[in-house]
């Protein structure tokens, strides 16, 4: 990943929880030598003269950070909404700059679930799931500069659950970070055993990484107040999770389980990770982050 130049995008709203979400990216852009890409929707509508202004105004923004952090940061602005516009920037895996470089994480800023939020699903996860690039969600800037120390990893029976494997392995290399992997007991067999095979496949690649870990087992219940009161109970700086595949409005209006956990009222991130049309072959994963 750092080898590759890949950068880090993180959407620019002028909002407190904005500048909470660059100082993340900050710390993780420390760690993995990308550089940062802050971006700005506007309206598709928007006028030429207003535009440039925008363009003036990131710019600004983004000096003004670069010599904040004493790092690399770059201003873009793409056209249309953010529950679309995000997710069609990062999947081109290319910006407008010089060095066409692949975009390798979001760090997203939100306020969590508020007032209508409730009813119609959380806005955060509407734009996580149109990116093929995993997010970052924050709700508050991070405590200090150092790695992440602890990070929860749910695994139950889904198949998805495996592609998390692949972000797990890259928070171990860079962030020496130890990896709490949380399962929790069930009656069905079926079930039990699509579990071990997927608590066996992150397992294996943990140890092949050499990746910190230790396995928790929880009782039955609601599995997402369970990661959500284990990661308090740890004090943890990140929990790991898979989007659901295919994710439709109902889950918007009832309420996903990763809406719950990205919007938790512990406010500790959350990375998530949306599954891939096809699973892609195991071997990516011997050298961590991959291609």
């Not at 105004?57 to 056209?79: C, G, H, T, W």
């Not at 139950?156 to 970070?177: L, Q």
Request: charged fraction near 20%; include cysteine.
């Amino acid at each position: 990943m750092a080898d590759k130049q890949k950068l880090i995008v993180v959407p620019w709203d002028f909002t407190p929880v904005a500048d909470h979400a660059l100082a993340h990216a900050v710390k993780i852009s420390r760690m993995v030598k990308n550089d940062i890409c802050l971006l700005h929707i506007v309206d598709k509508g928007i006028k030429p003269p207003d535009e440039g202004q925008k363009k003036v105004l990131m710019q600004s923004v983004a000096d003004e950070n670069a010599r904040k952090y004493n790092m690399v940061i770059i201003p873009a602005i793409a056209k249309g909404t953010i529950f679309t516009a995000i997710g069609d920037y990062v999947n081109q895996k290319g910006i407008d700059d010089d060095q066409k470089r692949d975009i390798s994480l979001v760090v997203m800023g939100t306020h969590g679930m508020k007032g209508m939020q409730k009813l119609t699903g959380s806005w955060a996860l509407k734009v996580i799931v149109k990116s093929t690039v995993p997010f970052i969600v924050v709700q508050d800037p991070p405590v200090d500069q150092e790695r992440y120390h602890n990070i929860v990893f749910p695994v139950d029976f889904k198949k998805e659950n495996k592609e998390k494997t692949k972000m797990a392995i890259f928070m171990g290399k860079y962030f020496d970070s130890k990896m709490h992997i949380l399962v929790t007991t069930a009656t069905d067999q079926n079930l039990i055993k699509k579990t071990k095979i997927n608590l066996n496949f992150a397992i294996k690649f943990l140890i092949q990484n050499n990746i910190e870990y230790q396995i928790h087992e929880v009782p039955r219940g609601n599995f997402a107040e369970q990661t959500l009161d284990f990661a308090q109970k740890i004090n943890a700086d990140l929990i790991l999770i898979v989007t659901t595949k295919n994710i439709t409005f109902a889950d918007y209006m009832v309420g996903a389980s990763e809406q719950y956990i990205i919007a938790n009222s512990s406010k500790i991130p959350v990375c998530c990770v949306n599954p891939r049309a096809s699973f892609a072959n195991t071997a990516q994963f011997m050298g961590g982050w991959g291609s």
